[in-house]
């Protein structure tokens, strides 16, 4: 195991109709004034934004709105926040809604205190001196981000995704009422389950050695979701499903199951060009990529891949080809991605062969480096994404 | 799941050699005069506590020092250090031992600001208004108190063993080295285990319904101490081993596998009095207690020990007798105490069977609640305490 630091100080208000209580949460902060940032028109219809600012008026706490985040957050939103922040002198960002949105809102309160333009820390991976404090109020379990240092935004101009990431990034506090993920349609419940699981696998997958705790901290996340995904999809109202998936979401992705191991990365990096030229949902992005990425991968550590099946995926052991057992478990990866759904194909995301050299060429390895478990050339990439074109099997 | 609040804002600093950084860490908390608690002669002889001492020098961080606390540590030193911290003007209380002295520095820190006695708090359970920043160099795999809220102090007038919890004990922050525990001898290292084994079964055995995520943490953790505990104890040296106990040890503690579920703490209470009376390790206890706590209450919820039976301690399910399975995991829980040498009756604890029922009485039930997975009467207790007595099977 390698030597880390864990520190995940936001505090989790989890439950039924605890988004009442965040008047309460930001007076306790300090908040004066607030920006309630959030996405589409689903927080308004759903009458939960109303709630937010009727929690906010009985404590006096003034606030502006600024809505329309894209699933996929981008810049140009981020400066109209960060405008907005500065023009009414805000001092609090409260995010409602999911991943995209906090994502939004970090980046916003990261750019506010700043001189410059708040893109420059997505360049230069740099620490910020100071980042208005953030605190969520959650609508989707997918991203993580309610407990996580990390943002991924947009650039619109040459149409990059990039990440960063900040300990002074992570929300005060943030709220999760999986009642309220109950009004999501069934994709993207799927495309969040999948965001989940892609988040742990991206962690599991590492060259450190002797890390059995994070490992099986990784596969009972993995064994909750195989079990309660599809009661979600199956009963979108099933609120113990939904809980489970929340509180297994936040987990996945505040990095408890990621300390003192190398991690990889890269399938989120393959991803993100993919969202970025089609506009699809990440999740389903991610349940292409993944079956793929691990059929390249395997043969670098094939007993990992054999764990993984036998310990997640209830594959028995062959003990004289785990090899088998190996591939064997991408397949119920694949298959499962199936039963919610979601794509598992290129070609089912839109996306079309003749763009794959651009697509890997635009991730921009140079001589950088994409992947720990196992090192990406362009050249890897591009099979990748051949691979994720072969033909299902039902066909 | 039930409604919940997490807030594990204690920062954790793990791995080899991190004890260095300890004056750093304590001029950034603004320390400006520190009580150094520590237990047994160990952290003189081994050099610690003169490498803790040189790291606050270097920073000019100024220190008055208290030794000597004791395995189950006791009000009279907690008064001790009260007094000491009120004539030095400490401001802040770190702990450089296992639970015991990071449980004593918890409790003098609570006293300190407090004008009434600090055994107040104890017997109301009230919130307290204030309590020294409290840091921990962590010595022993065992209680969590590293990253926990709670504090067990023994009252000497009526040896009375007692907890109190509360959010603002939380240690600011942790410093983890799993070398620091390759000196502990096997018995130690093996209570240490029973302990954080514990802590586990205490949130697992719940009534609280759809509970999968917290379930499959639960089982993570014990699945990762059936394998590495045996590693540490007969190579006392393997560094891996001990990191994979260590940190185990603090997840199991702090609450993320307990959340949103009804907990069941009376098997720690039946231990507390074996620890008061006869002087014992607190694991030691555990390890007796344990198996018989289960052996009592299993009829309560037999699917439930059949899970636990199957999924951490390798059972087959027999399904059309799920009890004989449950009986299994129970067996194999004391073969596993056994395996390393920990007691697994009550004779071996010193204890003798004319004490049973002052034990039970002495817990004071009274008109009070024990247990919620099944609430006890004193007449149970006392079942339990002589199903502890019943011969071995070696025997």
């Known amino acids: 195991m390698d030597n880390f630091i864990f520190h995940s100080p936001t ?42 600012k009727a929690s906010l008026e009985k404590e006096q706490i003034q606030y502006v709105e600024l809505g329309g985040v894209l699933p996929n957050p981008v810049d140009s939103m981020v400066y109209k ?55 969520t109020v959650l609508t989707i379990a997918a991203a993580g981000s309610e407990g996580s240092e990390h943002t991924v935004i947009t650039r619109l101009n040459g149409s990059k995704k990039r990440g960063y990431g900040h300990p002074k990034m992570r929300p005060l506090f943030s709220i999760l009422n999986p009642a309220l993920t109950q009004t999501l349609p069934k994709n993207q419940t799927a495309a969040g389950a999948a965001d989940i699981m892609a988040h742990i ?35 979108p109202n099933n609120y113990e499903a939904r809980a489970n998936i929340m509180w297994a979401g936040m987990i996945a992705h505040n990095d408890l199951v990621g300390v003192g191991r190398e991690q990889d990365w890269s399938s989120h990096a393959i991803e993100h060009e993919l969202s970025s030229l089609y506009g699809i949902a990440h999740g389903a992005g991610l349940a292409v990529v993944f079956p793929a990425w691990m059929h390249f991968v395997m043969q670098h550590d094939i007993a990992r891949f054999a764990q993984l099946a036998t310990r997640v995926f209830g594959c028995e052991m062959d003990y004289f080809h785990p090899e088998n057992t190996g591939r064997q478990g991408i397949e119920r990866l694949e298959a499962f991605f ?45 099979e990748i994404y051949k691979w994720m074109c072969r033909p299902t099997k039902r066909a």
């Open 11 to 52: 505090k989790f208000i989890f439950g039924k109709g605890r988004e009442d209580s965040v008047g309460g949460l930001l007076s306790e902060a300090g908040a004066k004034k607030v920006l309630i940032h959030y996405g589409s028109g689903s927080v308004v219809r759903s009458g939960l934004l109303a709630r937010i």
């Open 338 to 382: 199936s039963s919610i759904d979601l794509p598992t194909r290129f070609q089912e995301l839109g996306g079309q062969e003749k763009d794959i050299p651009y697509l890997a060429e635009h991730i921009g390895i140079g001589s950088g480096r994409l992947g720990y478990f196992v090192p990406l050339s362009t050249e890897d990439v591009i």
């Open 201 to 235: 696998f991206e962690r599991y997958m590492t060259n450190t050695k002797d890390v059995e705790v994070s490992d099986r901290l990784c596969e009972a996340l993995l064994l909750t979701m195989l079990r309660e995904v599809p009661k979600a999809i199956s009963d």
């Open 81 to 135: 926040g960060i405008d907005l922040c500065r023009e009414e002198k805000v001092d609090f960002v409260l995010a409602v809604g999911g991943g995209s949105t906090i994502d939004s809102a970090k980046a916003i309160a990261l750019g506010v205190p700043y001189q410059g333009d708040f893109w420059d820390y997505f360049e230069s991976g740099d620490a910020p001196e100071k980042v208005l404090p953030v605190a």
